[in-house]
């Protein structure tokens, strides 16, 4: 059964804040201002139990009755490990939602990085395209704006203070210091900066580099 109910927008008072967000696999989520949050990674830490249920699961007749019950138990499992998610991903969402006039993201290739073996099940665990999803409709319920920065722009790379472009960093340096005006940089915030005064690719409004 399925329904459809109109209802009027919430639109927030108005707030002067504005936050740019890197998510990462260590940290869910870098806000501009400094600010990291960390996800529950619920099937990281009940994967000892996955592949016990699913090796029981595995020794069973298909189409017998003890193999009915070790597939319901494999479904329940994989149900709460969504409701999990889904719960820190409204939460979160709503907060920076209601927090921020303005939430900028960048867009992740997810469907790529899924490719990789190494990556793949930690980054189905974070749900960062339903965390997107959730930003961007909360953000027009409630009157507020979500833009999306291109996955090219070199957040990472890019010095925050002065705009200098360092080069590619491998994935295990987390701080550096910048060679030209010498600042020191959390990698991840340092990219949340960036990504909160980079060029909007996706929205109603366009915006530039700030000058520095």
Known sequence: MSFVVEIQPEVLPKTDNSVGIDLGIKTFATFSDGTKVDAPKP?????????????????????????????????KFHAKLKDTRTDFLHKLSTKIICENQTV????????????????SRAISDLGWRTFRTFL????????????????????????????FKGGKLDLKVREWECLNCG?????????????LVAPWA???????????
Request: aromatic content about 6%; overall charge positive.
């Open 43 to 75: 099937l990281k830490k009940r994967i000892k139990k996955l592949r016990k249920l699913s090796k029981s699961l595995s020794h069973k007749t298909k189409g017998s009755k003890r193999y009915e019950k070790a597939r319901i138990r494999v479904a």
């Open 136 to 163: 961007e409709g909360k953000a027009e319920k409630y009157g507020r704006y979500f833009k999306v920065i291109s996955r090219w722009e070199p957040t990472s790379q890019t010095c925050s203070s002065c705009g």
């Open 183 to 195: 600042s020191k940089h959390d990698r991840d915030e340092n990219a949340a900066i960036n990504i």
């Open 104 to 119: 900028v993201l960048e867009d992740l290739n997810v469907s790529g990085m899924v490719k990789n073996r190494k990556l």
């Open 202 to 212: 996706f929205g109603d409004e366009k915006r530039t580099w700030r000058q520095v």
